[in-house]
T-cell receptor, first 115, second 114 residues
């Protein structure tokens, strides 16, 4: 139980275009999802906390207009990287907490390459 | 100040041996939770083990055990009988009371040699 499905797993896009990443909780309701960014051989950097039905809470230094987060339902949160640039190339991963479990369940991650 | 410190950037272990991955934490909150995750090269984060600050016994999950020393604020992960598939990054994390957001350490890269 407590599976989070993340798509796409890999995406290559042209500079200036937008990319949408989806995270779905398959067998539980995730009122809160977390979006992380991870650079090679580094830790997870929390970008924002996504709350169902309300605006996301962004961490300091994360551009809200660039990284649009929508949590339209209890099972779906999306991260859209708008007007992507090569420096946005990174590994993005979401997670959610199922209320009956202590751990946080992660998606499989999305490797974004902007060319 | 770092809330979670993992001092070992890389560790090597022989297959079938045990290995300890260090984690120390910093909090003034009396109630908190500690987690360990494994991240293989494919990128997904796999939950391994959880320890609550009020748990009387050290957590165990199969070959994983958590050596919880509350007074020293350490939560080391012990992997027994290492397998080649254990080669991965390992992250320690903490969640404090009132915050549902976990804080992650920098990670330790474990390589298991045949």
């Amino acid at each position: 139980g407590a599976v989070v499905s993340q798509h796409p797993s890999r995406v290559i896009c042209k500079s200036g275009t937008s990319v949408k990443i989806e995270c779905r909780s398959l067998d539980f309701q995730a009122t809160t999802m977390f979006w992380y960014r991870q650079f090679p051989k580094q830790s997870l950097m929390l970008m924002a906390t996504s709350n169902e039905g309300s605006k996301a809470t962004y961490e300091q230094g994360v551009e809200k207009d660039k990284f649009l987060i929508n949590h339209a339902s209890l099972t779906l949160s999306t991260l859209t990287v708008t007007s992507a640039h090569p420096e946005d190339s990174s590994f993005y991963i979401c997670s959610a907490r199922a209320l009956d479990k202590n751990g946080y369940t992660f998606g499989s991650g999305t490797r974004l390459t902007v060319v | 100040a770092q809330k979670i410190t993992q001092t070992q950037p890389g560790m090597f272990v022989q297959e079938k041996e045990a290995v300890t991955l260090d984690c120390t934490y910093d909090t003034s909150d009396p109630s908190y939770g500690l987690f360990w995750y494994k991240q293989p090269s494919s990128g997904e984060m796999i939950f391994l083990i959880y320890q609550g600050s009020y748990d009387q016994q050290n957590a165990t999950e199969g070959r994983y055990s958590l050596n919880f020393q509350k007074a020293r604020k350490s939560a080391n992960l012990v992997i027994s009988a290492s397998q080649l598939g254990d080669s991965a990054m390992y992250f320690c994390a903490m969640r404090e009371t009132g915050s549902y957001i976990p804080t992650f350490g920098r990670g330790t890269s474990l390589i298991v040699h045949p």
